[in-house]
């Protein structure tokens, strides 16, 4: 089942970045850090709609870790963490679900000293097991636990939200 269609999914990432610009206006720079893959994804579109609208750098940069087994494995950033130093970040999901894997994205950036930290997501869930809450959030949806959210941001042909 469609939830939001091309039109109205890119309205969401739009109004998101709108939101990420009139909180973060005082800023010289914004790291959006995107969860591989569809954070990534996500983030990307983000940064192209910030261009657009925000006269801040904007840097981009990429999460990758085992969304099965997080503890398991190691998270990894495309750049050295040292490089984020005194920076204000946003991490990037597609569907904030129980919150685990925003949670454990979360680490890399304990380690050193951050601006800010706050979280992006084009769907809220609302289903979460761990105290995790998306500072921007383009549509907040309640399912049942059987169900399953798709978003779909790389193929123009079923660019948007389903459900399951």
Known sequence: H???D??????????????????????TELVLAGIFDKGYILAQLLVQE?????PIKIQLIKVSLDKVAPLQSDIELDIEISQLKNKSIIIVDD???????LAYSLKPFLNIEINKLQIAVLVDR?????PVAADYIGYALSTTLKEHIEVILDREEEFGVYLK
């Open 2 to 4: 469609l939830i939001l």
């Open 6 to 27: 091309t039109k109205q999914t890119i309205q969401k990432i739009r109004r998101i970045a709108y939101e990420i610009y009139e909180n973060n206006f005082n800023e």
């Open 50 to 54: 910030l261009e657009n609208i925000a």
């Open 95 to 101: 569907v904030l679900n129980s919150g685990r894997t």
């Open 126 to 130: 609302g289903y979460k097991s761990f």
